[in-house]
């Protein structure tokens, strides 16, 4: 009886540890939206625009570190090349912390396009239960601009 | 006869005890703003000339109305207006002629002359390369103008009618001059001028032109400013929180007097009584009297001070602010400035208060005023009768960033450096923070397809904590107009283009962003595979001084070959 207890609080705990390094906070995360999700739709209300539908946008930034003026925000995202193109390369989560690889392109000046990638970070914020974009780059390493958080 | 001197000094006492006395800095409001009937006339008594920096334009505001008259095109990133004057007399308004301001482009290397009665540019003077002017500051028989080659550690003497300049170096690098000035009569004609990698005043003789002294002040000296009854040089030393006071008999320090935080600029009244020197940290206006030589005010200013003028007839002072955080409606991406007017004069009631503050346009640099008078009135017919027209006029438009191709981007979370592009273009990423980029020097091939994409990456704006800080970066010279890019947070700014002249070029940051903005610097070198690699010496120097990117047609720029001492 005494093995069979022993047993089960082992497993107890493998469950407990299994279950925390699977996939970052599974439990903290489950339910909303994917870090993936939220920048696609970022960067379709972008395409978009229009001050309602920037607004939107506005309310998908993280206000954890900076809390960015919304007519600046507005300028800042208005002056993206209306013919950008935005896709999802990868997405990855450590606690509360996504990175969304994304790549776009856009007509280069020189002639032809220009291609590049970009590492978003997205914060979990944790009184609206979703994730939120880092847009003016908080989360980031000064050091070195590169993004710091190693997955 | 006794009743009538009884009398007149009741009512002298009377009139007295009617003046309120001035009240301390300590029990100011500065936002009671106090205003008069008198303080927006149709006709404003005096103008303001201010060198509108990034915007590339001397804007024209009335005093004491405060409303903007008209903007002056002229380049690319103006810095330091200077009337022109039968001499250099006076305070840092001179005694104005009323017939020109001259003005430098520290982007394009150019001075500007603005003409006053028409109220537009006529001429341009391209200055020579490798130079990057930052101030300038007119000669004791007015028909000169010194300039400090910022960006290289050289110094210029440029003669106004011919554009030709002396050019001397000023070693050892790192050197930059910075802020200079010229003695004031009846002392002998000495130019004066900061170093802020030297942290010493250079002194220097006007001919020949050369370097005589060298006279260790505090940190970073900015402002060098000659105050109008020529005794002495009072020097901003930014970093060390104090003003150097130079004897220009002995040229020694005479003393060194602590002022608030990051002190910039001086200005002076007409009477040489009083300074007022700008302190950016502290945000305030310190005065201090040249006769005691001690700091017996000081007046809180909304925010971060940089530049500092003086109204003609000594009654105000404006503090010519870069942020103004919460104080205007957004205006997009750069916030507003200000200019905030404060009562200089100390028979007030308002004394020491603010009465007036507006958003302006650009990052204005220095201010200049003069009496309004000295401009003709053009109205009514006059021109003709009044023989303003004896001459074909002339008026020039120069290009201010028609050439640029900028972009913005996705932050860039590239690794910072060169590499190509699968389409052959050199692909350069850079981060630019307070006060600094990464990484300090850039290195092309001439001709070769150039992609800049630079990210500000300031958490929380640096020191100053504040939301307003943009990085900039401009390339200087023939490059400027192609560049200038104003990168606030959360964004990457792209710039493409051809490497089309050799030479070595500095990149600055041409945006406000805190104490040490005039440090934050790096270099882009074009090298031409025929000359070889790229330096002070070597480049297309003299190509890059006919400035083909203003657009200014042939015979209207005067770019004549430097003279090296």
Redesign the interface.
């Known amino acids: 009886m005494k093995n069979i207890l022993n047993f089960c609080v082992l497993m107890a705990i493998v469950f407990i540890f299994a279950g925390c390094s699977a996939n970052g906070n599974t439990a903290m995360t489950k339910g909303i939206e994917k870090p993936e999700e939220v920048v696609k739709k970022f960067y379709s209300y972008v395409a978009e625009g229009g001050p309602t539908t920037l607004r939107e946008a506005y309310k998908l930034i993280s206000t954890k570190h900076y809390k960015m003026n919304e007519e600046q925000f507005k300028g800042v995202v208005s002056n993206y090349s209306k013919d950008m193109k935005v896709n999802i390369i990868s997405s990855d989560i450590k606690k509360d912390l996504a990175v969304v690889t994304i790549e776009y392109s856009m007509p280069s000046a020189l002639g032809g396009s220009f291609t590049a990638q970009s590492d978003m970070h997205l914060e979990l914020d944790a009184a609206s239960k979703s994730w939120k974009i880092d847009f003016t780059g908080e989360t980031y390493d000064n050091e070195t601009g590169q993004t710091a958080t190693k997955l | 006869m006794q009743f009538r001197k009884i009398g007149f000094l009741i009512a002298v006492c009377i009139m007295l005890a009617a003046v309120p006395l001035a009240v301390n800095a300590a029990e100011r409001d500065w936002h009671v703003t106090e205003t008069s009937p008198n303080d927006a006339p149709l006709q404003d008594t005096m103008l303001m000339y201010n060198a509108g920096g990034t915007d590339g334009s001397v804007a024209v505001f009335g005093v004491p109305s405060m409303r903007t008259y008209r903007h002056i095109l002229v380049g690319v990133d103006l810095h330091e207006p200077v009337f022109s004057a039968k001499d250099n007399s006076g305070n840092k308004n001179l005694n104005p002629d009323g017939k020109f301001l001259y003005v430098n482009d520290k982007a394009a290397n150019t001075i500007g002359v603005i003409n006053l009665q028409l109220g537009s540019l006529e001429r341009l003077i391209a200055l020579p390369f490798p130079f990057g002017v930052h101030h300038i500051s007119l000669s004791r028989d007015g028909k000169s103008l010194y300039a400090t080659g910022e960006l290289t550690g050289k110094m210029a003497k440029v003669d106004i009618a011919t554009g030709k300049a002396q050019v001397i170096d000023w070693g050892p690098a790192p050197s930059a001059p910075d802020y200079l000035d010229v003695s004031k009569p009846p002392k002998k004609e000495l130019i004066f001028s900061g170093n802020y990698y030297h942290s010493t005043v250079g002194v220097f003789q006007p001919n020949p032109f050369k370097l005589i002294k060298e006279i260790p002040v505090g940190k970073n000296p900015h402002g060098t400013d000659a105050e109008p009854k020529g005794r002495y040089i009072q020097v901003a030393d930014k970093l060390s929180a104090t003003i150097t006071i130079i004897d220009v008999d002995s040229l020694s320090v005479k003393k060194v007097i602590p002022a608030g935080a990051g002190p910039l600029h001086n200005v002076f009244d007409t009477k040489g009584k009083y300074a007022y020197t700008s302190c950016f940290v502290a945000d305030s206006i310190v005065k201090t009297d040249l006769d005691k030589l001690e700091v017996v005010d000081e007046f809180p200013v909304h925010y971060r001070i940089g530049h500092i003028s003086i109204s003609a007839d000594d009654k105000y002072v404006f503090a010519l602010n870069k942020f103004s955080t919460g104080l205007f409606s957004?205006?997009?991406?750069r916030?507003p400035v200000n200019h905030e007017m404060i009562d200089a004069n100390e028979k007030s009631p308002t004394y020491g208060k603010t009465l007036k503050i507006i958003p302006v346009d650009g990052e204005p640099h220095n201010a200049k005023v003069m009496f309004a008078n000295l401009v003709k009135d053009w109205t009514m017919g006059q021109a003709g009768k009044g023989g303003l027209v004896d001459k074909p006029l002339t008026e020039i438009r120069p290009v201010h960033l028609g050439g640029a191709?900028i972009?913005?981007?996705?932050?860039?979370?590239?690794?910072?450096g060169i590499t190509v592009?699968k389409?052959g273009?050199k692909e350069i990423r850079v981060?630019a923070?307070s006060y600094g980029y990464?990484p300090r020097q850039i290195r092309v091939n001439k001709d070769d397809?150039v992609?800049i994409?630079v990210?500000?990456?300031?958490?929380?704006s640096g020191i100053t904590k504040n939301?307003d800080v943009i990085m900039g970066f401009t390339i200087y010279g023939p490059y400027a107009t192609r560049t200038m890019l104003h990168i606030?947070?959360?964004?990457s700014l792209?710039t493409?283009?051809?490497a089309d002249y050799a030479g070595e070029y500095e990149i600055y940051c041409e945006t406000f962003c805190g104490p040490l903005h005039l440090e934050m610097r790096a270099a882009f070198f074009v090298d031409d595979p025929k000359k070889g690699p790229s330096n002070l010496g070597v480049g297309d120097y003299e190509e890059a001084q006919k400035q083909k990117q203003l657009n200014v047609p042939e015979g209207q720029i005067t770019a004549p070959k430097p003279e090296y001492l």
């Open positions: 957004p205006t997009g991406i916030w191709k972009s913005y981007l996705p932050v860039d979370t590239g690794k910072p592009a389409d273009v981060k923070f990464i397809k992609r994409i990210t500000n990456i300031d958490k929380a939301p606030p947070r959360g964004v792209m493409e283009f051809v």
